[in-house]
């Protein structure tokens, strides 16, 4: 359908500029949580730990579970994947860069050994994408939906625990360790199908043939 540059709807702006400016200010004004708590409590990480810790996990689930998963849902398994690659690649160079692993310093602790930790990021990402498509198929059935999101976040959850216990620097260990890198996942196969389910009720998806 071809628009003139006269015809915009209400819907336009709202989808068009506040919502993307809302999302990006959210991510921003996450990241700098984490700084301003430790300059409040003067450096003591103990103290913020846990806050700072549920950042992180938020911004996460957002990044390389929840946009690929929703994705995988309601366009396709390639759409998901490649969103996963892309998204994990790029978190994968967020997390490098946050903890110095590529530095000196970071070397001479053993830091380059977080490359399995790097790569399971990029493939357990691509994983949540591409199996929730492939496994959905674009239904609009709520319950295949929902199945699909559990089964391709459980899955890549404990992919990602491996590819933990395969990184020399790795601190992701045991029972605990296990629990929170998968359950956070399995929750937001609970979740996503939700908010995908809403997308095709206000047909934000692709026509099918």
């Known amino acids: 359908m071809d628009l ?3 015809e915009w709807k209400r819907n336009d702006i709202i989808y068009g500029i506040v919502a993307p400016l809302v999302v990006v200010l959210v991510i921003a ?11 409040s409590s003067g450096g003591n990480f103990e103290s913020v730990g846990l806050f700072i810790g549920i950042i992180s996990e938020i911004e996460e689930l957002v990044i390389i579970v929840s ?10 398994r390639w759409a998901g994947g490649a969103s996963g690659f892309l998204l994990g ?11 110095g ?4 310093a970071a070397f001479g602790r053993g830091g380059a050994g977080f490359g399995p930790t790097i790569l399971g990021y990029v493939l357990s990402s691509m994983l949540v994408g591409y199996m929730s498509g492939a496994l959905n198929k674009r239904s ?3 319950r295949r939906m929902l199945i699909s999101g559990v089964v391709s976040t459980t899955i ?3 992919f990602l625990f491996g590819m933990f216990q395969l990184s020399p620097s790795n601190v992701v260990t045991g029972v605990e360790g296990f629990l929170l890198t998968v359950l956070p996942r399995v929750a937001a196969g609970f979740i996503i199908p939700v908010i995908a389910k809403v ?8 026509h099918k043939t």
């Not at 004004?29 to 300059?39: D, H, Q």
């Not at 690649?89 to 903890?99: E, L, Q, R, T």
């Not at 997308?199 to 692709?206: E, S």
């Open 4 to 6: 003139s540059w006269k």
């Open 29 to 39: 004004g996450l990241s700098l949580v984490g700084p301003f708590l430790l300059r």
């Open 67 to 76: 946009v690929p998963l929703l994705l995988g849902l309601v366009w396709n």
């Open 89 to 99: 690649s790029i978190y994968a160079i967020w997390f490098a860069v946050k903890y």
């Open 101 to 104: 692993v590529f530095s000196a």
């Open 140 to 142: 609009e059935n709520f």
């Open 156 to 158: 890549a959850g404990v």
């Open 199 to 206: 997308f095709m009720w206000y047909g934000i998806t692709t």
